[in-house]
């Protein structure tokens, strides 16, 4: 999902990325160690939400859904919102389009604070979520360096 919309929406060379899967935590260490700079953490907020409650491998058998946590941030911002989806797309897609984007704004910076406590404060960190169909959902970041369209 992150790649195909990265290049759908972003400027990028092949060799700048790096597809993750679920190692998230093994990814972003080895990136700091090997002295990178900056990071673009790209894909599905289903998957990318557990990096902002500290699961830093997203398998789903090894790690807490995300939709529960993503249930409590739309509470936080928008009251009890009545929904009985069981998936973080389903939870998107129940909301206003004026909702999705502000909830998109709050997940991408928690993502981004997360991400950018581990892979080191004097690096710069950003993050772009897409919803399934490729659109984008939030970001968080200057992503003017990584050609926005």
């Not at 899967?21 to 700091?32: H, K, L, P, Q, T």
């Not at 989806?85 to 704004?105: F, K, P, W, Y």
Request: glycine share 10%; charged share 20%; proline share 1%.
């Amino acid at each position: 999902i992150g790649h195909q919309a990265v290049r759908s929406h972003l400027a990028f060379l092949e060799d700048q990325v790096v597809e993750v899967s679920n190692e998230w935590g093994f990814m972003i260490d080895a990136a700091r160690e090997r002295g990178v700079r900056s990071l673009l953490v790209a894909g599905h907020p289903g998957k990318l939400v557990k990096l902002a409650f500290g699961e830093w491998d997203t398998h789903s058998s090894r790690s807490a859904s995300a939709t529960p946590y993503v249930r409590e941030q739309i509470a936080i911002l928008f009251g009890n919102v009545s929904c009985e989806a069981e998936t973080v797309q389903g939870l998107i897609d129940a909301l206003r389009e004026d909702q999705q984007a502000q909830l998109g704004a709050v997940l991408a910076e928690q993502v981004r604070s997360a991400v950018h406590l581990r892979f080191g404060q004097a690096r710069q960190v950003c993050v772009a979520l897409f919803t399934m169909d490729g659109a984008c959902f939030g970001e968080a970041g200057d992503l003017a360096e990584w050609g926005k369209k």
